[in-house]
C-alpha cells in the first residue's frame, strides 16, 4: 500500500508534468466514467438509464461504451449498431460515424461484440481515438463512459482523466471488496480524483447508507481518501424485465422507484457541480492524453 507522505510526493509530481500539457481543446461536455470492481453490479443498466435521466433534462448526452468487444449497451436498448467503437479504433473510421441514436435523442456509440479477448490497442490508435473523442465534446453537455467490470491497461486513462468517476457496488460484502480494490488501484496512481459511490440492489436507503459507510470507512481507514455518496437504487425486479424487453427502465416505467432514484443519482452528480463557479483545471482531454502517452 502507498503511504500517505508517498501519494503525496507522488501526487505533486504528477501534477507538475500535467501544467505542461499544452492546451489543445476547449471543454465543454463533462466526462463522467462508471467503474466497478465486480461484474454484474448495474454499470451499464445505470449509465443508460443516467444518460436518459439527462436527456429528460433537456441536455445532450454522449454515451461511449467502453466495454470495447463485450459491450451491452446496444442490447439494453433493444438495436443493433452496424457501426461500432471497434470501427473507430481499428479502421480509423471518424468517430461521428459510428454514433449511433439510441431513445429520448440519446447518442451512442457501441462497444461492439465478439472481438478477441487479447485485443490490444496501440498508442497511435488510442491517440487517433481520442482526436476524434475531442470533437465530440464541444457538441455535448455530458459524455458518459461506460466502462468493462474490473480496471484494465486500456481504460485506466479514461478513469483517471474524467472529470467525475462514478464507483457502482452492491450491498454484497464481494462487491464492496471489490470495489475498494478498484478504489485502491485508482488512488495509488497518484491523481487527484472525484470518487463517488452509488449502491445499486439496496434493499431500502438504510441499507444503501450502511453500504457505502462500508466502503468509505475502508478507504479512508487504509487509503487516506474520501469517496462521496452520490445515491441509492433499489432492487426492484422491474431492472430484469426492462433487460428481457430490451426497454430501459426509465422509458418502460418512468414513475418507477428505481426511476426516480436515477432521477436524484442525476441531480446529485451534476446540479451541484452546475452552481459551482469553473475551476481552473485541465481539461478532459489534456488529462487524457497525457495518461494515454505515458502507458507503456
Ligand atoms: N437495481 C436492480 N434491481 C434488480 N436487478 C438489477 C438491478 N441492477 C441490475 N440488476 C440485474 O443485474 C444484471 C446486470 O446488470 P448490468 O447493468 O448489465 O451490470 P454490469 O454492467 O455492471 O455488468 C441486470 O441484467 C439485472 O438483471
Ligand atoms: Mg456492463
Given at each position: 500500500m502507498t503511504r500517505p507522505d508517498q501519494a503525496e510526493t507522488l501526487r505533486k509530481k504528477m501534477e507538475s508534468r500535467l501544467r505542461?500539457?499544452?492546451?489543445l481543446y476547449p471543454r465543454k461536455a463533462k466526462t463522467l466514467a462508471v467503474i466497478s470492481g465486480?461484474?454484474?453490479?448495474g454499470k451499464s443498466n445505470i449509465t443508460l438509464n443516467l444518460a436518459l435521466a439527462l436527456q429528460e433534462k433537456g441536455k445532450k448526452v454522449l454515451l461511449i461504451d467502453?466495454?470495447?468487444?463485450?459491450?451491452?449497451i446496444d442490447v439494453l436498448i433493444g438495436t443493433s449498431s452496424s457501426r461500432t467503437i471497434i470501427d473507430v479504433l481499428t479502421?480509423?473510421?471518424?468517430?461521428t460515424h459510428s454514433l449511433s441514436a439510441g431513445p429520448m435523442g440519446l447518442r451512442y456509440i457501441s462497444g461492439g461484440?465478439?472481438?478477441?479477448?487479447m485485443f490490444e490497442l496501440d498508442q497511435e490508435r488510442w491517440s487517433f481515438f481520442m482526436n476524434e473523442l475531442a470533437g465530440s465534446l464541444t457538441e455535448f453537455d455530458y459524455v458518459l463512459f461506460d466502462m468493462g467490470a474490473g480496471l484494465s491497461k486500456d481504460a485506466l486513462p479514461f478513469i483517471l482523466a474524467a472529470d467525475d468517476i462514478l464507483i457502482v457496488t452492491t450491498p454484497e460484502p464481494t462487491a464492496i471488496m471489490d470495489a475498494y480494490s478498484a478504489v485502491k488501484h485508482l488512488v495509488q496512481t497518484g491523481n487527484k480524483l472525484s470518487m463517488k459511490v452509488a449502491v445499486n440492489r439496496s434493499r431500502d436507503q438504510k441499507d444503501g447508507l450502511y453500504t457505502f459507510s462500508r466502503l468509505s470507512h475502508t478507504v479512508k481507514t487504509f487509503l487516506d481518501e474520501a469517496v462521496q455518496f452520490a445515491g441509492t437504487i433499489p432492487d426492484d425486479p422491474l431492472v430484469s424485465k426492462a433487460v428481457i424487453e430490451q426497454m430501459p427502465f426509465m422509458i418502460k416505467s418512468p414513475q418507477s422507484r428505481v426511476s426516480r432514484s436515477v432521477r436524484l443519482l442525476a441531480d446529485v452528480l451534476f446540479q451541484i457541480e452546475e452552481n459551482q463557479p469553473a475551476e481552473e483545471k485541465q481539461t478532459f482531454i489534456e488529462k487524457l492524453s497525457s495518461f494515454l502517452m505515458r502507458r507503456t
Open positions: 505542461n500539457v499544452p492546451v465486480k461484474g454484474g453490479v467502453l466495454d470495447i468487444g463485450m459491450g451491452n479502421d480509423r473510421k471518424p468517430l461484440t465478439g472481438l478477441d479477448a
